[in-house]
């Protein structure tokens, strides 16, 4: 189904999120907080959406105090989901004063990018993600890797504001060919490494927290087909609401990087987030089914090696 179908079937549904936004946006940062932790307090705390999940998680990871890390993680979404809101309703200006990048983390940035290749972005479910990613699109071309809600309503909403930001959007199929385009173009072309891969083919297994964990090498291969740095990059809050973004890692592929390097650097991506979440363990997503097994794995096909993670 095309961009302009969907919107159609989207319908009032979408504009009664855009007007919510647009209310939302009216409100000062301090009450987005105070109305995340309502919504934190009522999904993670009296409905307990995947609440065993997410502690059993935390603490199979070395995650101290799960409880009351959880307890924040679902705060810290509640939060996002309302910020999200706001960026529906709010403008641009206002959202590069709450969103900020160290200096250490821009000179990193600066250098990937000198090289005129464009970059890839190994982007993790950390902080708001999608700020943070609205945030990218306001300093050059970005284009993000998606996924789609199966909620066409939410999906038009979701989609349609990244875009307002200047958000390139694209799906998994095709995706590589899209991606070497805007890298051409000295663009950034942003992949998730923290999902589960949808296939066997695409995954490389790394010991993430202590676990197997199959992760995709989508972005790594992407990174070394076109020559571009590979961004690890992370986002999380600080005081008074305030949104950090994090280079975590840049990994530079060489002018004839094969499948070891692919492999070394998905696995160097992971441990990358693994320190950075062990930091900062609320602005994780641990409701993902991180460690679940890989689907369609065909019987006898080969399987990737463990690769010890840091150790902590």
Known sequence: MDDEARSIGAGSPSRLLAGLGWLIAKLPPAVLRVLGACIG???GSLLRIRRAHVEQAM??????HPRSSARAMYR??????????????????RLDACVRMDERSRRALAEARALGRGIVLAATHTGNWDLAACAMAREGPLLVVT????????????QST????GVRLCEAKGAMNEGRRMLRAGGAVAMMIDQVPVRWQHAVTVSFFGRPAHTDKAPAALAASAGAPLVVAGACRGPEGLHHLCVLDVLFPGEHARRAWIEEATRRSTYALERFVRE???EWLWLHRRWKRLPKHPPGAPREPIAEGPRM
């Open 41 to 43: 307090f009522l999904a």
């Open 147 to 158: 996924k789609r809600l199966s909620l066409r309503a939410l999906d038009h909403f979701w």
């Open 76 to 93: 810290s979404l509640g939060t996002s989901l309302f910020e999200f809101l706001w960026l529906a309703g709010g403008d641009a200006a």
């Open 280 to 282: 900062h363990p609320s």
């Open 59 to 64: 603490e199979a990871g070395g995650i101290r």
């Open 162 to 165: 990244r875009r307002g930001y």
